[in-house]
Every structure is written in C-alpha cells, then in structure tokens.
C-alpha cells in the first residue's frame, strides 16, 4: 500500500459519509475482493464502521489470551503486564495501529511496526501453537462482539478479509501452519480454548492487572470492587473460571449486555462517521507527546 492508495480509501469514505446513508460503506466493502482488497477493507471497518466495538472487542481477546495456562508464565516472568501495565497495553495498540492505519504492512510504517513487534517476540521462545491462538483471536472476538453488540453484524465479506489480513499478518510474522480456511481457523479457536483453558496463579495475576487498568481509566483504587463485575460480566464462565475471575451476578450480566446490545441499535440509526477514528492520532496515556515506533516496547 502507499500514500495513494491512502488517499483512495479516504475519497470513498467521504463518498459514503455524503450520501448519508448508513449502508453506503458497506455496499462499497461488498464490491471490494476480501483477499485482495483485505487491508482496505479492514481499515473502513476497523476506523470507519466500528471503530469502538473493534477495540473493546480486542480487549476481549486480550483477556483470552490469559486464559491459556501454559502461556502466562512467560508474562509474569517479564513483568510487562504487572509492572507496566498501561505501557505494554498502549504498545501493543499502537504496533497493530500502525500496520492497519497507515496503509497496511507494506509501508514504510506499516513494515516498521512490524519489525518492531517481531523483535519483541523474538527475545521469547514462544510456543507455534499459542502464536496461532493470539492471532486466531485477533479475527474471532471482533466477529463475536459485534454480532452481539454492533450496529449491523459483520458481512460474509468483511469475515473474509479479516481473515485474510491476519493470516497474512500470521505469515509475516513467522507462524506456521495458519489453517487455510476461515471455518478451519475458526474449529482451531474452539478446540484450543477447549484443550488449554484452566485456571492457574499466573493467569489470575496478568488478568486481574490488566482488568485494574482498564478500571483505572474511570475509577479510583476504592472502587474497583464496584467496578469489576460490571468487567466480568462481559466474559462467558469458562474465561473466568480460567482466570479466576468470579462472574458477575446474572442481572448484572443481563444489564452490561442490555446497554450494549442497546448501545448498537442507536448507533445505527446515526449518520455514517465523519472521519476515521485513528489510534495513531489520539491521546495516549504513555505516550501524550508522542512516539517512535522504534521505542515502542521493551528494552
């Protein structure tokens, strides 16, 4: 991808945003090639069609990833979500924002941030088969959040090319055997959750840190009590249980996932957004005066 081709998705966007129709954008994705076209197609959803359900979603997936006993040891051990909690998830954001907003990972940008995030991940002897895991839940949780609480459910299309653009992401990053298919991808997800969700210590430490940061964002400390099962009720029993998180109450439950659900069905009575919502342009907590690619992460 290049500056132009930026340009080219910004024009149509604006196309879309004038008509003032609400389907304009994704009648354009539906004309769109998922393979070919799989990065494109993931920005106008990501930053255009939902730019807040994609990240609360991911956050989700987030949380998955601590449900896999045999591979929380290694995040303990480097401290990152413990000690540096806010850091290791602003860079994470801000290494997959890059790639996705700047135009795709054959930019300048785009192939920086993937130099980066692949040196971080090469200080660790990480297992193939949890790469495979992360990345499967990096197309999965999205798709599943939004179904559930979107304005509109993601299209045939849209599944493809979030398929296609993490897979091709997979391969640059080194991960073998990625399923050919997003259905055989998908059976993958299930069974591995299946075989590798149980409870550990060091699962219950990353998750109940990283649970307390997103808390800090509108809490004080006193009263992240309160505050915590409105958080776990957005998870099913077997992440908690993994976690050692306890579930919420199932009015609670019923109330988050009301709100949200309710949440959708306003948005999509909303004109189309004006402009894209870019992770690379907003405030961020580490970094409020800016960043470098090459600083993001360990050191």
């Known amino acids: 991808m290049s500056t132009n081709d930026m340009a080219i998705w910004e024009t149509v966007a604006a196309d879309a945003i004038r008509s003032r129709r609400r389907t304009a ?3 354009y994705i ?4 998922p393979e070919r076209d799989c990065q494109q197609i993931a920005y106008l959803t990501t930053c255009y069609e939902f730019p807040w359900d994609t990240t609360r979603s991911l956050e989700v997936a987030l949380f998955r990833v601590f449900g896999v006993a045999k591979g929380t040891p290694l995040l303990v051990h480097t401290g990152e979500f ?3 909690t806010q850091k290791r998830y602003d ?3 801000l290494i997959l924002a890059e790639i996705l907003e700047s135009g795709g990972y054959d930019t300048p940008r785009g192939q920086a941030a993937l130099v980066r995030m692949n040196k971080q991940h090469g200080r660790y002897q990480i297992p193939n088969d949890e790469y495979l895991y ?3 839940t990096f197309i999965f949780e999205p798709n599943r959040w939004i179904r559930k609480y979107g304005w509109r459910p993601y299209t045939r299309h849209e599944k493809l090319a979030a398929y296609y653009f993490w897979r091709e992401m997979g391969r640059r990053m080194g991960i073998k055997d990625i399923p050919e298919s997003l259905e055989e ?19 219950e430490a990353v998750a109940t840190a990283t649970r307390n940061l997103m808390l800090s ?3 004080p400390k006193s009263l992240y009590a309160i505050g915590a099962p409105f958080i ?3 998870f099913d029993d077997a992440l908690l249980a993994a976690v050692g998180l306890k579930p919420a109450p199932r009015l609670l439950q019923q109330v988050v996932q009301g709100a949200l659900r309710l949440r959708g069905r306003l948005i999509g009575f909303l004109p189309p957004r004006r402009k894209a919502r870019l992770m690379t342009k907003a405030k961020n907590r580490t970094y409020p005066h800016g960043y470098v690619i090459g600083d993001l992460g360990a050191h």
């Open 25 to 27: 954008m994704r009648e």
């Open 30 to 33: 539906e004309s769109l090639d």
């Open 82 to 84: 413990q000690q540096r």
């Open 91 to 93: 860079d994470t954001v």
């Open 134 to 136: 992360t990345l499967s």
């Open 185 to 203: 991808f998908e059976r993958f997800n299930r069974d591995y959750e299946a075989a590798e969700f149980r409870y550990s210590p060091d699962n």
């Open 217 to 219: 964002w509108f809490l």
């Open 232 to 234: 776990h009720a957005l």
